[in-house]
């Protein structure tokens, strides 16, 4: 086992033959049987997981009740989408099967994550939607939840509201680990602050669970419809398309957890928040574990562009995981 202090350098940024500098951050992997194999930096300090909570969110919505038509309807609940027709077309249906608009969604409106897509609605006229932000799919799915238990849909989003406490409970549970802090994410809805090894343990639940538990009813949709969870050239989709059996979650502040069928679980938070940083870590640590192949290897450098072209590449550093 590996063990480094808080903020440890994870991946180096190099252009030509000069290493121009460091991001740093933490990452643990988790052995089949659940125990610590490999750490770097601090990974019990508690961190907010951002979106990288919406598989264990889902799970607790399963738990209340949440049935949906079809699998992929549960893939958009744990989904950051990047709002191309097909994810705004399925949250709308999920919406209207259970007689909801979208003006039931309280998260905030906003373009399309994928930009030829924001570019798109832009020129026909189209402004910022409640219905295109990343995260309406879980709205949608939260206010059906609420819609077939009989509660209340105004509120949904407080932290008292039945869903809210029953999703607390569940991503605790998962974590297995108490959650020292509650906030707002940026779509409205409470934010379950846990650590990153807590993060880990909560995707190895998921892969490990028996079939038809909500966990691994969750799982199983991520796996089967990776689109729906992120979105075209997303990483999300890119990851779990290129390794069979990964279920993979990112989260914005330069999160990712990952974690395969045999119990083997890798979660990654990059202190400054940098997105371009976390999928190079994530490879090295499945390669560390004997998972590689073409796919795989393409998503392990992320490029440093000059001029619309190549100059340099962000690569994780020799040996993190050895």
């Not at 991946?11 to 992997?29: M, P, T």
């Not at 075209?232 to 957890?257: F, I, N």
Request: hydrophobic share 40%; net charge negative; glycine share 10%.
């Amino acid at each position: 086992m590996s063990e480094q202090g808080e903020h440890a350098p994870l991946v180096e940024l190099v252009r030509g033959d000069i290493r121009e500098g460091l991001h740093h951050g933490s990452a643990v992997v988790l052995a089949p049987d659940g125990e610590v194999s490999h750490r770097v930096g601090e990974v019990d300090r508690p961190m907010y997981p951002r979106s990288a909570n919406k598989p264990a969110q889902a799970v607790g919505m399963v738990r209340a009740g949440l049935e949906l038509a079809e699998q992929a309807d549960l893939a958009m609940a744990a989904a950051s989408h990047n709002g191309e027709p097909e994810h705004v077309l399925r949250t709308r249906e999920l919406l209207h099967r259970h007689d909801l608009t979208e003006d039931a969604l309280r998260c905030p409106t906003d373009w399309p994550l994928r930009e030829d897509e924001r570019d798109r609605r832009a020129s026909e006229g189209f402004g910022r939607q409640r219905i295109t932000m990343n995260c309406s799919g879980k709205h949608a799915a939260m206010l059906a939840t609420c819609t077939q238990r009989g509660w209340a849909t105004e509120d949904y989003l407080d932290r008292g509201h039945p869903l809210q406490i029953g999703l607390h409970e569940v991503v605790a549970e998962l974590a297995g680990e108490p959650i020292p802090s509650v906030s707002v994410d940026g779509c409205g809805a409470p934010l379950f602050a846990l650590s990153l090894t807590g993060l880990a343990r909560t995707f190895r639940s998921m892969v490990t669970a028996a079939p038809g538990t909500a966990e691994r009813r969750v799982a199983d949709a991520m796996r089967a419809h990776p689109w729906f969870v992120a979105g075209t050239e997303r990483e999300d989709t890119l990851l779990m398309r290129a390794v069979p059996g990964l279920l993979s979650k990112s989260g914005v502040e330069g999160v990712l957890a990952v974690a395969l069928p045999d119990g083997h679980a890798v979660a990654v938070k990059v202190a400054d928040g940098s997105a371009r940083a976390r999928l190079p870590v994530v490879v090295a640590a499945l390669r560390s574990l004997g998972i590689d192949n073409e796919e795989l290897a393409a998503l392990a450098e992320s490029s440093v562009l000059g001029g619309g072209q190549p100059m340099g590449t962000v690569r994780a550093l020799k040996g993190l995981f050895d």
